[in-house]
């Protein structure tokens, strides 16, 4: 995961500055300086070749595929000027991005490694399903409480806490895997 944690820190080092120095200057240090009353889908998309360069591996399309549906789904109900985003909304956004990292990783890592499923596409949408609702369950607990303290929040616990999730879910699914055979 290690595109995506790249990723995430420099996510986490955007929030900061929105925090620290206000929404404008954190957009001027990224050279988007006038953007701070567009949605903020939409300054999300100009910061995306920042936060998830592209390239050519796997880690990196997962992470830049994260990142792209965690866009899509900030301005899901009513597009928000990125200026006016609360604390809360960030950190939902940055919570968001991580465990859609951590979906593709698995999702990825089910082909990589052959675990059969059910034949049935019903059962697989449930499946996955369940993994989503589980992944985005465990991000919630196992990382909101440190994005309150977010000036002194570790990069090494993110990543600890973010394997620790991973491992789980590829651990859920893997049993699912069995189940079905």
Same mark, same amino acid.
């Given at each position: 995961?290690?595109?995506?944690?790249?990723? +995430?820190?420099?996510?986490?080092?955007?929030?900061?500055?929105?925090?620290?120095?206000? &929404?404008?200057?954190?957009?001027?240090?990224?050279?988007?300086?006038?953007?701070? *009353?567009?949605?903020?889908?939409?300054?999300?998309?100009?910061?995306?070749?920042?936060?998830? &360069? &592209?390239?050519?591996?796997?880690?990196?399309?997962?992470?830049?595929?994260?990142?792209?549906?965690?866009?899509?789904?900030? *301005?899901? *109900?009513?597009?928000?000027?990125?200026?006016?985003l609360?604390?809360?909304?960030?950190?939902?956004?940055?919570?968001?991005?991580?465990?859609?990292?951590?979906? +593709?990783?698995?999702?990825?890592?089910?082909?990589?490694?052959?675990?059969?499923?059910s034949?049935?596409?019903?059962?697989?949408?449930?499946?996955?399903?369940?993994?989503?609702?589980?992944?985005?369950?465990?991000?919630?607990?196992?990382?909101?409480?440190?994005?309150?303290?977010?000036?002194?929040?570790?990069?090494r616990?993110?990543?600890q806490?973010?394997?620790?999730?991973?491992?789980?879910?590829?651990?859920?699914?893997?049993?699912?895997?069995?189940?079905?055979?």
């Amino acid at each position: 995961m290690g595109a995506s944690l790249a990723s +995430g820190g420099k996510l986490l080092g955007v929030v900061r500055d929105f925090r620290a120095v206000g &929404p404008v200057e954190a957009l001027r240090r990224l050279d988007l300086q006038g953007m701070a *009353d567009r949605p903020a889908s939409e300054v999300f998309l100009a910061m995306l070749e920042f936060l998830c &360069p &592209p390239g050519g591996a796997i880690d990196e399309a997962i992470s830049r595929q994260a990142m792209l549906e965690a866009i899509a789904n900030l *301005d899901r *109900d009513v597009p928000t000027p990125f200026e006016e985003l609360a604390p809360a909304q960030l950190s939902e956004f940055f919570l968001d991005f991580v465990a859609l990292s951590i979906e +593709g990783r698995v999702i990825a890592d089910i082909g990589a490694r052959g675990i059969a499923l059910s034949p049935e596409v019903a059962a697989i949408e449930r499946t996955h399903e369940q993994l989503h609702d589980f992944i985005q369950g465990c991000c919630r607990v196992h990382l909101s409480g440190l994005l309150t303290g977010l000036e002194a929040l570790n990069g090494r616990e993110v990543e600890q806490r973010s394997n620790e999730i991973y491992e789980a879910a590829f651990g859920l699914i893997s049993e699912a895997g069995e189940e079905a055979r």
